[in-house]
């Protein structure tokens, strides 16, 4: 890679400083000179199109970067009522490419909340506008298009950033329980990816059998025979069976934010077990069935599951959709990132190129990839660390009901998990008595979701780590 460096600087002799502060400056010889060592204050880099170390090169544009940068640490703490760039334009009107509403820079936090409705959330020790982020090396670097002629070359984007930047990254005032068209992120244009994390939520409880779609089936051995039962949800006698309130824990994969004027993250793949579902521990407790007839007059009874009955192992797939106004915090641990503006898509120096796509030419294909696309694009060069995940409120998983209801299904039908009926109860069913299953059903369904686990989708949780630092004085919630 070749690198061309054009400096300006006052470069002090170690052994000439006690001269120089003594009688002012004195004049080197070369020679003298060519021993002195020193650092200059800012530097100018050049990176030809043709170079290795540009990540166009062999990418079908003719693409140079020059860089100014600043051999310095820079302590900021900044707050942004309103940060809007590239708001209609070329990308379309009606919406911005980056629009933040209280966006706020400040030093990292001491430790995090334990325990509470903001668990996992910062704190600062000494207050947050005491703290200031740390830039390290800042720059701003041009992307020139045919650096080598005078007559075609071309400006085709510009971007600020720092080699790493330490500090805390918030967006919004409140963590709210919904999205929020006035706080926080509102669109963004850029490429973040988030670390792989862990969490766990608290399922709301729900009644099982009374639609249509939680129809469940399986095999009634009464007076020696099989028979298949099937349960009846719109019967006025189907109670339905209580599901209480259950804590599953779940795995977060990492996953990108990538592209343009996003206003949500599409989380795939979070994975989940529910160890253990009770079927029979709430009010309800009741399901109709019909079967073919016993004593050629039977043929329907009220069922209660015995105490124990459970659906276990439930393996889960979830796609979690989040409204980008509702993650707030964003930590940046020695990291960098930039924030650019460019004519046309462009691979800047340094950014992430996916495996999957390091041998692909073209830019368009490389979907995995930190392409900062036409306008403007905000970027993050390391994963974020969003830390662990609890939602605040209980979470509703009856989408995944009839799913259960299906699976269960096929298990009820083998012949090693039928259901006996004492004769007693299989006569008692003719006066409309309620048959209780002799021994519990339990319904092990490790094996049916573990390659195909059962899915559903969530959205818009409110996470109890994403409550806001205000980073001003006094009560002030912005400043």
């Given at each position: 890679?070749?690198?061309?460096f054009?400096?300006s600087?006052?470069?002090?002799?170690?052994?000439?400083?006690?001269?120089?502060?003594?009688?002012?400056?004195?004049?080197?010889?070369d020679?003298?000179?060519?021993?002195?060592?020193?650092?200059?204050?800012?530097?100018?880099?050049?990176?030809?199109?043709?170079?290795?170390?540009?990540?166009?090169?062999?990418?079908?544009?003719?693409?140079?970067?020059?860089?100014?940068?600043?051999?310095?640490?820079?302590?900021?703490?900044?707050?942004?009522?309103?940060?809007?760039?590239?708001?209609?334009?070329?990308?379309?009107?009606?919406?911005?490419?980056?629009?933040?509403?209280?966006?706020?820079?400040?030093?990292?936090?001491?430790?995090?909340?334990?325990?509470?409705?903001?668990?996992?959330?910062?704190?600062?020790?000494?207050?947050?506008?005491?703290?200031?982020?740390?830039?390290?090396?800042?720059?701003?670097?041009?992307?020139?298009?045919?650096?080598?002629?005078?007559?075609?070359?071309?400006?085709?984007?510009?971007?600020?950033?720092?080699?790493?930047?330490?500090?805390?990254?918030?967006?919004?005032?409140?963590?709210?329980?919904?999205?929020?068209?006035?706080?926080?992120?509102?669109?963004?244009?850029?490429?973040?990816?988030?670390?792989?994390t862990?969490?766990?939520?608290?399922?709301?409880?729900?009644?099982?059998?009374?639609?249509?779609?939680?129809?469940?089936?399986?095999?009634?051995?009464?007076?020696?025979?099989?028979?298949?039962?099937?349960?009846?949800?719109?019967?006025?006698?189907?109670?339905?069976?209580?599901?209480?309130?259950?804590?599953?824990?779940?795995?977060?994969?990492?996953?990108?934010?990538?592209?343009?004027?996003?206003?949500?993250?599409?989380?795939?793949?979070?994975?989940t077990?529910?160890?253990?579902?009770?079927?029979?521990?709430?009010?309800?407790?009741?399901?109709?069935?019909?079967?073919?007839?016993?004593?050629?007059?039977?043929?329907?009874?009220?069922?209660?599951?015995?105490?124990?009955?459970?659906?276990?192992?439930?393996?889960?797939?979830?796609?979690?959709?989040?409204?980008?106004?509702?993650?707030?915090?964003?930590?940046?641990?020695?990291?960098?990132?930039?924030?650019?503006?460019?004519?046309?898509?462009?691979?800047?120096?340094?950014?992430?190129?996916?495996?999957?796509d390091?041998?692909?030419?073209?830019?368009?294909?490389?979907?995995?990839?930190?392409?900062?696309?036409?306008?403007?694009?905000?970027?993050?060069?390391?994963?974020?660390?969003?830390?662990?995940?609890?939602?605040t409120?209980?979470?509703?998983?009856?989408?995944?009901?009839?799913?259960?209801?299906?699976?269960?299904?096929?298990?009820?039908?083998?012949?090693?998990?039928?259901?006996?009926?004492?004769?007693?109860?299989?006569?008692?069913?003719?006066?409309?008595?309620?048959?209780e299953?002799?021994?519990?059903?339990?319904?092990?369904?490790?094996?049916?979701?573990?390659?195909?686990?059962?899915?559903?989708?969530?959205?818009?949780?409110?996470?109890r780590?994403?409550?806001?630092?205000?980073?001003?004085?006094?009560?002030?919630?912005?400043?």
């Amino acid at each position: 890679m070749k690198i061309k460096f054009l400096c300006s600087a006052v470069l002090l002799s170690m052994s000439t400083v006690s001269t120089t502060f003594a009688s002012g400056l004195v004049s080197l010889s070369d020679e003298e000179l060519s021993q002195a060592e020193g650092q200059a204050l800012f530097n100018l880099s050049y990176l030809a199109p043709t170079d290795a170390g540009n990540l166009m090169n062999g990418r079908g544009s003719s693409v140079g970067f020059y860089k100014l940068g600043l051999e310095a640490e820079v302590q900021l703490n900044a707050n942004i009522r309103n940060l809007q760039l590239g708001c209609g334009g070329v990308n379309g009107i009606g919406a911005c490419d980056i629009d933040i509403k209280n966006l706020s820079l400040s030093g990292l936090n001491n430790s995090s909340v334990v325990g509470g409705p903001n668990d996992g959330s910062p704190i600062f020790s000494n207050g947050r506008p005491s703290t200031s982020a740390i830039l390290t090396n800042p720059f701003v670097e041009f992307a020139i298009k045919n650096p080598n002629s005078a007559s075609t070359r071309e400006i085709m984007g510009f971007r600020t950033s720092a080699e790493q930047i330490s500090g805390l990254l918030t967006a919004g005032l409140v963590n709210n329980a919904t999205p929020s068209s006035t706080d926080g992120i509102q669109s963004l244009s850029g490429f973040m990816r988030i670390a792989a994390t862990q969490g766990d939520v608290d399922t709301r409880a729900t009644l099982f059998g009374k639609r249509p779609n939680h129809q469940i089936q399986g095999l009634l051995n009464a007076l020696g025979s099989n028979r298949t039962f099937t349960s009846d949800p719109g019967s006025a006698d189907t109670l339905g069976i209580s599901i209480p309130s259950i804590n599953a824990g779940f795995n977060v994969p990492a996953f990108q934010v990538n592209g343009q004027r996003q206003t949500q993250a599409v989380v795939q793949n979070v994975t989940t077990t529910i160890p253990s579902i009770p079927l029979a521990n709430g009010p309800n407790n009741q399901l109709r069935v019909t079967f073919p007839a016993i004593l050629l007059v039977a043929n329907q009874a009220k069922v209660s599951l015995k105490a124990g009955s459970r659906v276990d192992n439930l393996n889960m797939s979830i796609t979690f959709n989040q409204a980008l106004s509702m993650i707030h915090n964003i930590p940046l641990t020695g990291t960098g990132g930039y924030l650019a503006l460019q004519k046309e898509a462009l691979l800047w120096p340094g950014n992430f190129i996916d495996a999957a796509d390091a041998a692909k030419t073209d830019l368009t294909t490389m979907t995995r990839s930190d392409i900062a696309q036409r306008g403007w694009w905000m970027s993050f060069a390391e994963p974020v660390q969003l830390g662990y995940l609890k939602a605040t409120d209980t979470v509703d998983i009856s989408g995944v009901l009839p799913q259960v209801a299906t699976l269960m299904t096929t298990e009820l039908l083998k012949e090693e998990n039928r259901v006996f009926a004492p004769a007693g109860a299989a006569i008692g069913t003719l006066f409309g008595a309620v048959l209780e299953t002799p021994d519990p059903i339990i319904v092990n369904l490790n094996a049916a979701t573990l390659a195909n686990p059962a899915t559903l989708t969530l959205s818009n949780l409110q996470l109890r780590n994403q409550a806001v630092v205000a980073n001003c004085y006094g009560t002030l919630t912005f400043c």
